[in-house]
């Protein structure tokens, strides 16, 4: 049984917070109705990716939300904002089948709240840029999706208002907490988690254009299934005996000796 121990080490990284991620937003209104919108749904704070600098425009719209603006991180890129969070959940205007698009393939905000009720650590709600969204790489990094439905022939939301929505539901939800007999594991252990995968991908042959998209749905899978430290260890364990099995049955297997052929035994 492999044993991981990751603990969280930065700040943001607290059980039970839940932040905004705004990513390469261009519209100073829009940044300032997040910003009210988290304050008026408990957010705990704000995470901007590359940003445009904030004018008074963005303060007057974020109105008794400036807090949000004044306390806000700001990264450079989009990896640095989702490896503050234990759990990131993208949004997306467009919904797809996962035969057609895997990355599109999200839940509906009340999934969402569910999901979050037994997510251990701290969530962040990405929101994508005004004119295109998140980007198909940056979709792929989500833990999970959320879409909004709506009119199919327009169900694409204004940022700050699909914001609200998302702000209101998880707000709803808070308080009605629940308890795990283990912790739940924090994001370093997922990517752990997801290393072991690719290596027992690459192992056993899987076609290296399957790749992302199976390393796409474990992700996922794990993500809506909110692991806690026992099933991940369990898990670990599970993976290491197949790479030893895979490594013992190998034709190419080392020797004894080290010499990288076939052994006296397997000949």
């Known amino acids: ?34 910003a009210r919108c988290a304050r008026n749904f408990s957010l705990d704070g704000l995470i901007l990716v590359n940003p445009p600098p904030l004018e008074d425009e963005a303060y007057a719209y974020a109105m008794h939300g400036k807090g949000m603006l004044l306390n806000a ?60 969204g998140l980007l198909r790489e940056e979709l792929e990094r989500c833990d999970l999706l959320v879409t909004v439905p709506a009119d199919p022939g327009y169900p694409v939301l204004n940022l700050s208002h699909a914001a609200c929505l998302l702000f209101y539901e998880l707000y709803k939800a808070r308080g009605s907490g629940h308890s795990r007999n283990a912790r739940g594991i924090y994001r370093r252990e997922k990517e752990v988690l997801l290393e072991h995968y690719d290596k027992l991908m690459h192992a056993s042959g899987v076609p290296p254009h399957k790749v992302p998209i199976s390393r796409t749905n474990f992700r996922r899978m794990i993500s809506r299934a909110t692991l806690n430290y026992r099933e991940f260890n369990s898990l670990m364990g599970t993976f290491s005996r197949a790479m030893d099995y895979k490594r013992e049955r190998s034709p190419f297997r080392k020797d004894p000796k080290g010499t990288g052929t076939k052994t006296e035994e397997d000949a």
């Open 1 to 34: 049984m492999i044993e991981v121990s990751v603990e969280p080490m930065d700040p943001i990284r607290s059980e039970g917070r839940t932040y905004a991620i705004l990513v390469e937003p261009k519209y100073q209104g829009n940044i300032g109705s997040v």
């Open 73 to 132: 991180v700001t990264v450079s890129t989009f990896q640095e904002a989702v490896s503050m969070v234990d759990s990131s959940v993208g949004s997306s205007g467009i919904s797809d089948s996962a035969e057609r698009c895997y990355q599109r393939n999200p839940m509906t905000p009340e999934e969402m709240v569910r999901w979050a009720r037994r997510a251990p650590g701290s969530i962040g709600i990405v929101l994508g840029r005004e004119d295109k």
